[in-house]
């Protein structure tokens, strides 16, 4: 961890000595303009490696506003960076061109004042948009459904994220979202912190007056084997009342009839215990309506494989900052249908080979505590007989 806050601190370094040649030197600002932006965006670049730690090596006691305002400053450099070397490059290629030197010093003054307002204000709307949590409702037909299951209630429930820049009171909010739906079950689809134990594990305490009649059930993200030992945390998470299903399959009854429900560690875990749907689903009934809650939505290929009626996951926060959500898309195994344009179809409802999923794009936000073409939520799902 040490190692990579070094590499880290180094590249981020090297990016704000270039913001400072861009938004400093090459727009000739007066001494006092020049002093108060290199303080500033030497605060920026510390706040922003110090956020890397938040939760891990420094306590969130006192760390939180850190973390937050590092969080956003990434979130600003994401679009912030890409414009203003498109400014430069125009700048190179009229002086090629023997431009007025005069009239592109203005020019470019111009064009980053815009830029730069510009940026700030999407990105402080995306800082308000990743706390207007919301509920998503959605129907899923199941072929096969078991009378006593048909209009079943499912809250799904995933990426929280809670540490560096969302704490307690999100943990709280989410909480008490959930609770109001009423749902029959509630699925957990991992990422749920961001950092350890003894600094994060406070946070989510909230999440231990989540109910539903046929119980709360969560797997392993990728996020919690970052800074901590997953299996503990999952430890952690059955203290608060969740069911941890580690590669395990369990019965849920309603109204006298039984369908099964498997979790799997996540796509990307470790040995000794990587997931394996295989161990999950082993001796069970093949009659039986199957529903999957994996964190990745690309296990979808072996849930297809394995006869899984539906599958649940998270993940890919629908991109979070657009346009990541192109990206994220192309990464996962299966076509998804997003509800949501901007978001490129990384989040949504889908199928592969008969296998149904749905991938919501969860509720808080990693890294920058900042949503841009996609929304916090969460899902509550129907299933009906078909």
């Known amino acids: 961890m040490l190692l990579f ?22 727009a000739r600002l007066g001494p006092r303009a020049r002093r108060l932006g290199q303080i500033t965006l030497a605060i920026l670049w510390a706040a922003a490696i110090a956020s890397l730690a938040v939760g891990i090596h420094i306590p969130m006691s006192w760390g939180r506003p850190i973390g937050y305002l ?34 592109i010093l203005g020019a470019r003054r111009a064009a980053t004042a815009l830029v730069v307002v510009a940026v700030l204000a999407v990105c402080g709307w995306g800082t308000w948009n990743a706390h207007q949590l919301t509920v998503r409702e959605a129907r899923i037909a199941v072929p096969g459904l078991p009378p006593g299951f048909d209009g079943a209630r499912i809250a799904l429930v995933a990426d929280l994220h809670l540490g560096p820049a969302l704490g307690e009171e ?31 594990g406070p946070a989510t305490m909230p999440l231990a007056a989540l109910r539903a009649p046929l119980g709360v059930h969560v797997v ?11 299996d503990a945390w999952l430890d952690y998470f059955a203290g608060l009342g969740m069911n941890p299903l580690r590669n395990q399959r369990i019965e849920l009854q309603r109204e006298g009839d039984t369908i099964d429900l498997a979790g799997v560690n996540d796509y990307d875990a470790p040995a000794p215990r990587p997931a394996d749907l295989d161990e999950a689903l082993g001796g069970r009934d093949t009659e039986r309506t199957l529903l999957l809650l994996a964190h990745q939505p690309r296990h979808i290929n072996a849930a297809a494989e394995a006869g899984v009626d539906v599958q649940f996951s998270g993940h890919t926060h629908g991109g979070q900052l657009w346009p990541f959500g192109y990206l994220v898309a192309l990464t996962q195994d299966v076509a998804i249908t997003g509800l949501d344009m901007l978001a490129s179809d990384a989040q949504g409802r889908g199928a592969e080979r008969g296998t149904q999923i749905y991938t919501t794009s969860g509720a808080g936000a990693w890294g920058p505590p900042v949503r841009i073409g996609t929304t916090p939520e969460i899902v509550i799902i129907e299933l009906v007989r078909e």
């Open 5 to 26: 806050l070094a590499i880290t601190a180094l590249f981020i370094g090297a990016i704000h000595l270039w913001l400072h040649h861009a938004l400093v030197s090459a």
């Open 70 to 103: 590092g969080g956003i400053w990434f979130a600003v450099l994401f679009y912030l960076v890409p414009a203003l070397v498109l400014i430069s490059v125009v700048a190179l290629l009229a002086r090629a061109i023997r431009m007025d030197a005069s009239r």
């Open 170 to 200: 999100f943990a709280r909010k989410a909480t008490e979202l959930v609770n109001e739906q009423d749902p029959d079950l509630i699925l957990v689809g991992g990422d749920l912190i961001d950092g350890t134990i003894a600094q994060v």
């Open 220 to 230: 392993s993200g990728n996020h919690e084997y970052y800074a901590d030992d997953a």
